[in-house]
Structures are given as structure tokens and as C-alpha cells.
């Protein structure tokens, strides 16, 4: 069964920094690109960030650009979210995702991990 | 950045109704077009995917259409369980966006 697991979140004060982790199972991780999404409270959905299967190409939205980085250890099956100067804007939930068996969509979606940047 | 625009934001039915939902994308997206629906507490799930594939386990209900820059989702005959928020995302191109979802309530 493919699974993909979310921690890290936590409350964290502006400026700070987190760490998510995704932890996949199920699946050959080695082979798929993963991205995040975020879904601030109430409100809607918005892509952070992409990683090739291989770790060679990594993409951002701009709202994050430059404070996020996205990493993954295929050795471990583990995507990682390295997210500074954190903003409160940025108090979300976290949903690491990814296209397995379909085209153009995310048929793969975490639990979710949560997210509050507030002092 | 391609932006979608969904309408209605929200509406109310009842069961047994048909639904039409409908998504814009600023420019051309060919087929490159997914909804999901998403119940309060749970991620996303994917309904349909380029533009018109019913995903797995998805009900016949449920159905998409077009392709370019306008899109439909359909619901047939609107059941119980379907009350709940719809968003559509287009991949043509990144960055990733979706639109600003559609809120199904019960009348």
C-alpha cells in the first residue's frame, strides 16, 4: 500500500525555522518526483515545491523561494521541507503528494502535517 | 503563473440535483487539468484527472469535460457523501496553481 507519512510541524515563532519530513512507503520512492502543498486554514491550496526523482531538479513557488528548501534521501525513503524565516503566512497545512499511476494530478496525498507561525 | 478561476465559490443543493462546476485557466492548458474533492479534516482526493479520467474508485456520478482553457466538472445526481469542497489544478506548467474551490452545501 503506498503510503505517505508527514511530521515536523509545530508552532514556531516569525523568523524561526522547521523541518517537515515525508516518509513514503509502498512504492519504489527512487523512481517518483514529489512535491509539498500547503492549505492555510480555512482557505485553499497552493503548490511549494517539487523534487525530480533523482534529486537533480527542484522547483519552488515564489512565495517560498529562497526561505524553503526541498531535499530527499533516497537511501531512506524520507522528502524533507527545510523551511527558514518563517512567516506567518506560511501557517499552513502540509501535504507531501505525488502522480503515481495517473496523468496531470496528484493521486498520492499525506496525512498532512501542521504548521503555526506565531508569537 | 497560470491562473484558475472556479465558479461558483460556493452553492447550495439538494440531493438528487445535478451540479455543474466550472474552471477557467488563463491561458491554454490542453487536457492538463485535475479536480479533487476535499472533505473537512482529510486531504484531497482525486476525482477526475486529464480533464475527463475518472479516477480509481471514483463514482460514475462524477464526470469532466474540456480542454484549452474551460472546464466542467459534473455531478449527475448529488449524493449525500458529495457535500463538500471542489478545487481544480492545472500541470500544463509551473508553477502548480489550482483554483479558489467550490463550496457544495446542503439546501
Known amino acids: 500500500q503506498v503510503q505517505l507519512i508527514e511530521s515536523g510541524g509545530g508552532v514556531v515563532q516569525p523568523g524561526g525555522s522547521l523541518r517537515l519530513s515525508c516518509a513514503a512507503s509502498?512504492?519504489?520512492?527512487?523512481?517518483?518526483?514529489i512535491h509539498w502543498v500547503r492549505q492555510a486554514p480555512g482557505r485553499g491550496l497552493e503548490w511549494v515545491a517539487f523534487i525530480r526523482y533523482d534529486g537533480q531538479k527542484k522547483d519552488y513557488a515564489d512565495s517560498v523561494r529562497g526561505r524553503f528548501t526541498i531535499s530527499r534521501d533516497n537511501s531512506q525513503n524520507t522528502l524533507y521541507l527545510q523551511m527558514n524565516s518563517l512567516r506567518v503566512e506560511d501557517t499552513a497545512v502540509y501535504y507531501c503528494?505525488?502522480?503515481?499511476?495517473?496523468?496531470?494530478?496528484?493521486?498520492?496525498w499525506g496525512q498532512g502535517t501542521m504548521v503555526t507561525v506565531s508569537s | 503563473a497560470i491562473q484558475l478561476t472556479q465558479s461558483p465559490s460556493s452553492l447550495s443543493a439538494s440531493i438528487g440535483d445535478r451540479v455543474t462546476i466550472t474552471c477557467r485557466a488563463s491561458?491554454?492548458?490542453?487536457?492538463?487539468l485535475a479536480w479533487y474533492q476535499q472533505i473537512p479534516g482529510r486531504p484531497p482526493k482525486v476525482l477526475i484527472y486529464a480533464a475527463s479520467s475518472l479516477g480509481s474508485g471514483v463514482p460514475t456520478r462524477f464526470s469532466g469535460s474540456g480542454s484549452g482553457t474551460d472546464f466542467t466538472l459534473s455531478i449527475s445526481s448529488l449524493q449525500p457523501e458529495d457535500f463538500a469542497t471542489y478545487f481544480c489544478?492545472?500541470?500544463?506548467?509551473?508553477?502548480?496553481?489550482f483554483g479558489g474551490g467550490t463550496k457544495i452545501e446542503i439546501k
Open positions: 503528494v505525488m502522480r503515481e499511476v495517473v496523468d496531470y494530478a496528484f493521486d498520492i
Open positions: 489544478q492545472q500541470f500544463n506548467s509551473y508553477p502548480i496553481t
Open positions: 509502498g512504492f519504489t520512492f527512487s523512481s517518483y518526483g
Open positions: 491561458q491554454g492548458i490542453a487536457s492538463a
